[in-house]
């Protein structure tokens, strides 16, 4: 690593507003890690791990920061006793050397003495978890318990859109609009289903050509390119790959009304939220609309039943819908008040503790 990385990188933790960042690394196993702690005021933080091959350190740090942010805002606003936290690999994740990675993870995540949990998160599979609970038990998502969060984290994400219908055209019938999805994976594909059985049209893009043919055969899904995602006319863009994707370039081409989607960390900056607002555009906080996954995810970690979380998982559009009705209310952009909903209650309940799990947004 250069001089100058060091540098940048230096500045980017002496800014953040996190309670612990921890760089590791294990040549034997070419295992490089982050580790970033945001907030531990509700409860240990918690946050999967994203296995990708970042460009440089410096993005890497970046991304291992906003994530673990996101996931403290995530939790606030779902009402979990959980913080805020968020691992990242950095490497090729097709690598077929996986158990030696993942458990040197594992030994990772065991030296925080479980002020951290982790799950899977992109490029990583509840398989992967399962070679990272042989060092640790500060682990979810494993096989056979809370189950894939994919199509939970779908059902949120599509409840969310639900509301933000409901907020804008007075009805939360998603029949005769049209919805852009990028991204096919397994939440993408998930909430595909979910929007074609509401009577939806589908526009779909993805990096992978087989996720796309597998949506448009199962769901009559118009396919477009990459590129053409975010100018598709469409009432709706849900985007469901990687974050960033609402910035300068993409924002003038934006045909929808509304955006919505699983993706974390939409905006690039925040800024760029403002922006929507000004132009008109709803945009529904992607911490707000993608928590279905760490609330399904709560049947592993806290015992709950299948049926308590599935109703919390639904209550995401109640979430959203009174979100975007206190928002419009102050004259306030909607991913402000949920970041201010979400500050408020880390900050009082670094005083008071953690909250019950029954919490609903505060007023």
Known sequence: MNTNSVKNICEIYATAEHERVVLWSDPTCNYRGIIAIHSTALGPALGGTRFWNYANDEEASRDALRLSKGMSYKNALAGLPFGGG???IIGDNRTTDRERIFRAHGRFIES?????I???????T???MEYVALETRHVGGLPGRSGDPSPVTAHGVFRALQACAQHRWGTADLSRRVVALQGCGSTGYHLAREIHEAGAALVVADVDPERVRHVVSEFGAQAVSPRDILSAQADVFSPCAMGGVINDETIPALKAEIIVGSANNQLLEPRHGDLLNDLGKLYAPDYVANAGGVINGCRELLSWAAADAAVKVNAIYDTMLELLDKSKAEGMPPFRKADQLAEQRLSAESFMGPISTGSTMTP
């Open 118 to 124: 982790t799950a899977e998160d992109i490029g990583t």
């Open 126 to 128: 509840p398989s992967d």
């Open 112 to 116: 925080f003495g479980g002020r951290y």
């Open 86 to 88: 968020k691992s990242v």
